[in-house]
């Protein structure tokens, strides 16, 4: 099961470069003339990559 959690941090940790690549690279002058134009797609990257990682942890405990 180890490998399983290993593979689950990886994915979460991935996921979560992602949003922080997004922050940087996020284009102000769209953002300023359309709101929510990510419809939550940021928000889902995070909540999905802290899921991942908590879901990983009895699978950490259990080795």
């Not at 470069?17 to 990257?45: I, K, Q, Y």
């Amino acid at each position: 099961m180890k490998w399983l959690a290993v593979l689950i941090d990886a994915v979460a940790l991935l996921l979560l470069a992602w949003f922080a690549r997004s922050l940087v690279r996020h284009d102000r002058r769209r953002a300023e003339t359309v709101p929510g134009a990510d419809g939550g797609g940021l928000t889902s990257m995070v909540l999905i990559g802290v899921s991942l990682l908590l879901l990983s942890v009895p699978m950490w405990s259990q080795s």
